[in-house]
């Protein structure tokens, strides 16, 4: 897609701190982060909202926590623990259109959720 800003990160015409990447996923810091660590992995390929997901999809969703796993390892915040959230849509808090997990740790998360 052209007007989305995580694929310009993909195609590397915005800069971001690339944390992670394989064939599939893409990992980078958010530019606001909201815990000490605070990273958003992506799927390479554009889906717009977990609402747009097929079911051809799933392997490439399973890769998005595979990666969440191997980055809170090099962490070190796997035993302590994290968080992670997809938000979809607007009253959820979705701003960016482009399927992103939030990977956040390194301190204590609150529940509920704000
Ligand atoms: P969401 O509100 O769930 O759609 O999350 C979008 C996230 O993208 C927010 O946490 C933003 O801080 C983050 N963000 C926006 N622009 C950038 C950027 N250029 N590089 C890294 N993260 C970004
Ligand atoms: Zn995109």
Known sequence: MTDC????????????????????????????PQAPVHVLIIPKKHIATINDLATDNAATIGKLYLAAKHIAAEHKIE???????????????????????????????NWPPG
């Open 5 to 32: 800003l995580f694929c310009k990160i993909r195609d590397g015409q915005i800069p971001a701190e690339i944390v992670y990447q394989d064939e599939d996923v893409l990992a980078f810091n958010d530019v606001n």
């Open 79 to 109: 035993d302590d623990g994290y968080r992670l959230v997809v938000n979809c849509n607007a009253m959820a808090g979705q701003t960016v259109y482009h399927i992103h997990l939030h990977l956040l740790g390194g301190r204590r998360m």
